[in-house]
T-cell receptor
Framework: DSGVTQTPKHLITATGQRVTLRCSPR?????VYWYQQSLDQGLQFLIQ???????AKGNILERFSAQQFPDLHSELNLSSLELGDSALYFC??????????FGSGTRLTVV | AQSVAQPEDQVNVAEGNPLTVKCTYS??????LFWYVQYPNRGLQFLLK??????LVKGSYGFEAEFNKSQTSFHLKKPSALVSDSALYFC???????????????FGGGTRLMVKP
C-alpha cells in the first residue's frame, strides 16, 4: 500500500457519460497530480493541485476537470466520454525529499 | 521543457545475468531523475531517484542507477536479474512550471524488461 488511495479501481461506462475519479493523497502531502496512461500515448501529465489550488496543467482536455478539496482529496471529472478516453488514470502525491508516490490507478473503459 | 528518452522498447535478459535499462535526459539546469517500475495491473512503484551527490544511486529491490552528466544518461542497472524483475520500467524527470511553482514528472516511453529462466 503506497498510501495514495484511488477509487474506484475499475469503471465501465458508455460514451457520452460523465464519471468522477477520486484520489486521497498520502497523509501530510499537499500536492496531488493526475496522469493518464494509454497504450498509444504513454504516461501523460494532466494536472497538479497544491493545497487546493491549481498549480500546473498539462495536456488535459476541456472535457476533463479536477479539483482539490480542503481535506486534500482530489477528484478528476471526465465528461462527454469517448472511446479514446479509455485508459488507466493515476493519481500521485508529493512528499518531502521529492518523493512522488503513485496510487494503484483507476482503469476506465468506455464502451 | 525537460524530457527523458528510453531508446529500447524491450530488453531481454537471462536470469542471473546483469541487466541495464537505458535512459537519456535533456534538461536545462540540474536534473532530478527518477526510475519507476510497473507490474501488470498495478500502479507505479518508486525505485530510486537522483537529486544531487553521488553519481551511483542505490534503490529498491537491488536496483541502482548511474548518473552520467557528460553522456546525459541515467541508466538503471542490476547485477543479477530475477524472473520477478520482469515488468515495465519508466525513467522520469522533474519538470517545472515557473510562474506558480508548479511541477510534474515527465516520463519516458517505458521499457519492458523480460527476464527468462
Amino acid at each position: 500500500d503506497s498510501g495514495v488511495t484511488q477509487t474506484p479501481k475499475h469503471l465501465i461506462t458508455a460514451t457520452g457519460q460523465r464519471v468522477t475519479l477520486r484520489c486521497s493523497p498520502r497523509s501530510g502531502d499537499l500536492s496531488v497530480y493526475w496522469y493518464q496512461q494509454s497504450l498509444d500515448q504513454g504516461l501523460q501529465f494532466l494536472i497538479q493541485y497544491y493545497n487546493g489550488e491549481e498549480r500546473a496543467k498539462g495536456n488535459i482536455l476541456e472535457r476533463f476537470s479536477a479539483q482539490q478539496f480542503p481535506d486534500l482529496h482530489s477528484e478528476l471529472n471526465l465528461s462527454s466520454l469517448e472511446l479514446g478516453d479509455s485508459a488507466l488514470y493515476f493519481c500521485a502525491s508529493l512528499g518531502l525529499g521529492y518523493g512522488y508516490t503513485f496510487g494503484s490507478g483507476t482503469r476506465l473503459t468506455v464502451v | 521543457a525537460q524530457s527523458v528518452a528510453q531508446p529500447e522498447d524491450q530488453v531481454n535478459v537471462a536470469e542471473g545475468n546483469p541487466l541495464t535499462v537505458k535512459c537519456t535526459y535533456s534538461v536545462s539546469g540540474n536534473p532530478y531523475l527518477f526510475w519507476y517500475v510497473q507490474y501488470p495491473n498495478r500502479g507505479l512503484q518508486f525505485l530510486l531517484k537522483y537529486i544531487t551527490g553521488d553519481n551511483l544511486v542505490k534503490g529498491s529491490y537491488g536496483f541502482e542507477a548511474e548518473f552520467n552528466k557528460s553522456q546525459t544518461s541515467f541508466h538503471l542497472k542490476k547485477p543479477s536479474a530475477l524472473v520477478s524483475d520482469s515488468a515495465l520500467y519508466f525513467c522520469a524527470v522533474r519538470d517545472y512550471f515557473g510562474n506558480n511553482a508548479g511541477n510534474m514528472l515527465t516520463f519516458g516511453g517505458g521499457t519492458r524488461l523480460m527476464v527468462k529462466p
